[in-house]
């Protein structure tokens, strides 16, 4: 008898042959029993295909956004072609409209986000799954870190208005920087880094209790330092986890949009240092959507939704293969 | 035999699920595309309400006329504060009964229509330059050369000689002048970059006005609240509000020189005399730069837009002259409520051009009201 669950599903020749009682109550039982094996059949079928329609439905979206996006920015490509990817300047009176400066804002303010943020998270993450993985304190500290995550943007934003862009200024002032306002790129990667911060460190969280203990044990028994612990078997052996985390908190950074934009600083020139004025693509969308006024305006707003989507995509890829990589070795 | 078949059965399930999602996303496609003719319903619905949307400049004011005209005649109006573009775009579609912009409709929008549109005046407001100076009690008095030189970025200190000359007795400190301006499209920007194209050349061939122009200079903050917090916040800065933003926030705002040579506070007295003009038949006219002595240079007006015939798609006479008591009223006895939101009440001329206007409204080709 082979096994009875073949391409995810059990087929009616798999089921096992019996051999039945001829008196009536033995034929009724195995009736009752083939009935009810049926009736799970049937279950496990109805249950997967619901499995396929919602996953299908995930795909369609995701291939209806693409779809609109490029249809609504076809004007625009029409009107200015390839040249929108790095035009330099982004004049709505003139119907003049490049990307560039955008682009660069998006990637610089969330790359440096990143940076800021992954060794608070991996901190976070190693002190809550390793140190102290149970009591009340981590407990706290979890629940706080989770919280971080549920504030409304806007009142990061308004936070960083308020709070951080004159400790940026002072900051600024204090290392030299020719114009100290506080506001610019700099500031934005701040609120950024502080608002990704639970999406890397609650995945790594989880990741790294799931080490099995035997691994750690073993390598206690040969003498290991609780950090040589964690740097040769703990972070070795959840780096995909850890990563996939990180790539998480991109995604989150590179789409984020009010924290940003209100302190930003919402400038179309070029960004020529982190502590200069900048803008990225998914506040210059909320910015100037509602009350962009041509057909081609919004439709080079939409294209620039149109490469905030492209740019994550392949961001996410490249994030892929890192993992395969990790993972492969 | 039989596995085979069953297999294969639950291969053409799964294609056909294919399939039929694939339907559904492009049907969802179109319906973006032809959003326009699909939602064209709602105004022809017998639902009482009517419909607006557009400026959120005048959303404060609309909502105070609109309850007051829902206690006295039962009508209930509802208006989406979107902009003014949306706004404008929600008309074109024929989604919303009126449209509200602080903007006359530009030729593209206009050529979007089906057909001719009118505008009625229906309040006006100001944009004020506020500033932050610390050291500096008095209130500052700027000239329109001042004024675009600051926003192009050719005056960067702020005792630069033609402020200082502008300010005689005011010690001006030599602070960098930081520029704010919105980063969201908005009617106030539209208003402050219409007004500087007007009196500088310089800044009409390099910048021009929009709702959203290519700023050469500063810091762009989101909504009159990003404006205002950047400026308090930011020693040196100067950037330019709603008028009423500043009035109620308390935040120090300068005298602007108006083209009789005056300096002028922007108040409602100033704005509403800025409006008290000559103002053509279809009342397309920016107040920026008024002749009017006391008037404040940089004010302007705030329409209603409405379809000159209003009979189209299912719409019943009922429902257009509805819209049409309802707009009169508002020009007329609605204003009261104008002054202690800070909204400039119309002039005179300006109510008379509107009425003029309401009455070419139309239904079936026959005026709606007499």
Known sequence: MDTSVKNGGITRSDLPLRVINSTPEGIAKAKNRIRRSFRQIRTETVFRQALVIIGLLMVILVMGILLTLVIKSMPSIKALGLKYLWGKTWDPVQDIYGAAPFLLGTLISSFLALVISVPFSLAIAIFLGEYYPKGWLPDFLKNAVELIA???????????????????????????????????????????????????????????????????????GLGATRWEVIRSVVLPYTKSGLFAGILLSLGRALGETMA?????????????????????MASVIANEFSEADKPVYVSALIELGLVLFLVTVVINLIGKKIIDRFTND | MKKNLLSFKSTLTVASLVIASLVIALSLVSCGGGGGASGGDSTGSNDDALLGAGSSFDYILFSKQFSEYNKANGLKVNYQSVGSGAGISQLTNKTVDFGASDAVMNGKQDSALSSPAIHIP?????????????????????????????????????????????????????????????????????IFTTYLSKVSTDWNTKVGKGSAVNWPTGIGGKGSEGVSGTVKQTPGAIGYVEMSYVIQNKIPYARVQNKAGNFITPTIASVTAAANVQIPPDSKVSLTNTDAPDGYPISGFSWVIIYKEQKYNDRNLDRASKLLKLLSWMIHDGQQYSPSLNYAPLSPAAVNVGDAILKSATYDGKPILQ
């Open chain 1, 260 to 280: 940003v934009t209100m302190v930003i600083g919402n400038t179309s020139l070029m960004p020529h240092s982190i502590f200069a004025l900048g803008n990225t």
């Open chain 2, 122 to 190: 229906i309040t006006a407001g100001a944009v004020a330059l506020s500033y932050n100076l610390p050291d500096v009690k008095d209130t500052l008095n700027l000239t329109p050369d001042i004024i675009a030189g600051m926003f192009l970025g050719t005056i960067s200190k702020w005792n630069d000689p033609k402020i200082v000359a502008a300010n005689k007795g005011v010690k001006l400190p030599s602070t960098a002048i930081q520029i704010v301006h919105r980063s969201d499209g908005s009617g106030t920007t539209n």
């Open chain 1, 150 to 220: 549920a504030v409304p943007s806007v009142i990061y934003g308004f936070w960083a208005l308020a709070v951080l862009v004159p400790i940026v200024r002072t900051f600024e002032s204090h290392i030299g920087v020719l114009a100290p306002i506080g506001q610019g790129i700099f500031a934005s990667s701040l609120v950024l880094a502080v608002m990704i911060i639970p999406y890397a460190a609650s995945l790594g969280r989880s990741m790294i209790q799931l080490v099995p203990s035997q691994l750690k044990e073993a390598a206690y």
